[in-house]
């Protein structure tokens, strides 16, 4: 069993920045994928980056250049470093742990535990 929980969201203007922090509990968090989801009112939740245990990252395109993701085993959480934020990465974003592939890292179903979300808002 893991547990998530997000720390780190708020309100900044366009073009700043923002790292949202995931803190997990359990032993086991070192050999899970982590990543993070996001979900804008009235939005389906959709993908925005995943690290797995072994390194390699994968972004979605709307943020591929401007968010970096990256963990700490030893203090078992994971970040999201957020630059250049725009009005339309304003949404609530989930931490979440679990097994996807390459091919089946956009799906929130290969994920197995989720946080409680923290809000990011983006003013223009």
């Known amino acids: 069993q893991v547990q998530l929980v997000e720390s780190g969201g708020g309100l900044v203007q366009a073009g700043g920045s923002l790292r949202l922090s995931c803190a997990a509990s359990?032993?086991?968090?070192?050999?899970?994928?982590m990543g993070w989801f996001r979900q804008a009112p009235g939005q389906e939740r959709e993908f925005v980056a995943v690290q797995w245990s072994g390194g390699r990252t994968a972004y979605a395109d709307s943020v591929a250049g401007r968010f970096t993701i990256s963990r700490d085993n030893a203090k078992n959480t994971v970040y999201l470093q957020m630059n250049s934020l725009k009005p339309e990465d304003t949404a609530v974003y989930y931490c979440?742990?679990?097994?996807?592939?390459?091919?089946?890292?956009?799906?929130?179903?290969?994920?197995?535990?989720w946080g409680q979300g923290t809000q990011v808002t983006i003013s223009s």
């Open positions: 359990g032993r086991t968090f070192s050999i899970y994928a």
């Open positions: 979440a742990a679990g097994a996807p592939t390459y091919g089946t890292r956009l799906r929130s179903t290969e994920y197995h535990y």
